[in-house]
């Protein structure tokens, strides 16, 4: 299954039904799982390990050094969990020492044409990042992120579970599950409703993710006071519990 044009480095482990086009190149210290298809012309550096049934489309760069100043070649990871896909051109970092040394991806996520995934970023799973969608490092994605062409994402910015960043909006502050933003920088607009209708939220639920939308950005409350609201409404609505938890540990401050 590995053409005869490919480069796959002595050190590396493939599972035995992975596909490796030609010109491709698998480094030292790759490990690749059942059911994988490395393009033509992919590049897949060392210390990087992929789970199964993976796609990495031709021209796509996988494990490639982080690209921080201070990086001096020490050995740091990239881990990428089951049936991913990363389309043409491509880019997903390793890790550093200056936080836990490893690029962390999720499960069933798609990176389009030239989207990029610096350093240190956990990325969790269904995740969808679109053509020229760009993470800072240290960025940490939630569940289900929608993320437009051409948006980007400052280093050390959390986004919540579910939440979408529209086309070319910049996102330089946390933000919460649930939440659209929109703008340079990005701000609040509305609850990513279709979202959660087509992930099996009900009317009701998504009523009452509305509502808490309405208590943190409509209603002229100071911070404190809404979170102190949303903790009430949680206790019975079961739907609020992740929006009142990410704004509590929010490091940076929110969207507004």
Request: charge should be positive.
């Given at each position: 299954?590995?053409?005869?044009?490919?480069?796959?480095s002595?050190?590396?482990?493939?599972?035995?039904?992975?596909?490796?086009?030609?010109?491709?190149?698998?480094?030292?210290?790759?490990?690749?799982?059942?059911?994988?298809?490395?393009?033509?012309?992919?590049?897949?550096e060392?210390?990087?390990?992929?789970?199964?049934?993976?796609?990495?489309?031709?021209f796509?760069?996988?494990?490639?050094?982080?690209q921080?100043?201070?990086?001096?070649?020490?050995?740091?990871?990239?881990?990428?969990?089951?049936?991913?896909?990363?389309?043409?051109f491509?880019?997903?970092?390793?890790?550093?020492?200056?936080?836990?040394?490893?690029?962390?991806?999720?499960?069933?996520?798609?990176?389009?044409?030239?989207?990029?995934?610096?350093?240190d970023?956990?990325?969790?799973?269904?995740?969808?990042?679109?053509?020229?969608?760009?993470?800072?490092?240290?960025?940490?994605?939630?569940?289900?992120?929608?993320?437009?062409?051409?948006s980007?994402?400052?280093?050390?910015?959390?986004?919540?579970?579910?939440?979408?960043?529209?086309?070319?909006a910049?996102?330089?502050?946390?933000?919460?599950?649930?939440?659209?933003?929109?703008?340079q920088?990005?701000?609040?607009?509305?609850?990513?409703?279709?979202?959660?209708?087509?992930r099996?939220?009900?009317?009701?639920?998504?009523r009452?993710?509305?509502?808490?939308?309405?208590?943190?950005?409509?209603?002229?409350?100071?911070?404190?006071?809404?979170?102190?609201?949303?903790?009430?409404?949680?206790?019975?609505?079961p739907?609020?519990?992740?929006?009142?938890?990410f704004?509590?540990?929010?490091?940076?401050?929110?969207?507004r």
């Amino acid at each position: 299954m590995i053409d005869a044009r490919a480069l796959v480095s002595p050190e590396a482990k493939l599972a035995p039904d992975v596909t490796v086009g030609p010109f491709a190149i698998v480094g030292p210290g790759v490990e690749v799982g059942p059911g994988c298809t490395i393009g033509a012309h992919a590049i897949i550096e060392r210390d990087t390990r992929l789970g199964a049934r993976n796609h990495v489309h031709s021209f796509a760069s996988i494990g490639s050094a982080p690209q921080d100043k201070s990086y001096k070649g020490e050995p740091t990871r990239l881990e990428i969990g089951d049936d991913n896909v990363f389309r043409e051109f491509c880019t997903v970092n390793r890790g550093t020492t200056k936080d836990r040394g490893v690029t962390r991806i999720g499960n069933q996520n798609l990176f389009m044409s030239y989207s990029h995934v610096a350093h240190d970023c956990i990325v969790g799973d269904k995740v969808v990042l679109a053509n020229l969608a760009t993470l800072g490092g240290h960025v940490q994605l939630g569940d289900w992120v929608i993320m437009g062409g051409f948006s980007g994402v400052h280093q050390f910015c959390k986004v919540g579970a579910h939440a979408f960043i529209a086309n070319n909006a910049a996102v330089t502050r946390d933000v919460p599950p649930y939440v659209m933003v929109v703008g340079q920088p990005a701000v609040p607009h509305s609850v990513n409703a279709e979202g959660l209708k087509r992930r099996g939220y009900t009317p009701g639920n998504i009523r009452n993710i509305r509502n808490a939308f309405r208590t943190l950005y409509r209603e002229d409350r100071k911070l404190v006071e809404a979170v102190d609201e949303l903790r009430k409404v949680a206790t019975d609505q079961p739907e609020i519990v992740p929006f009142v938890a990410f704004i509590e540990a929010a490091t940076r401050s929110l969207v507004r």
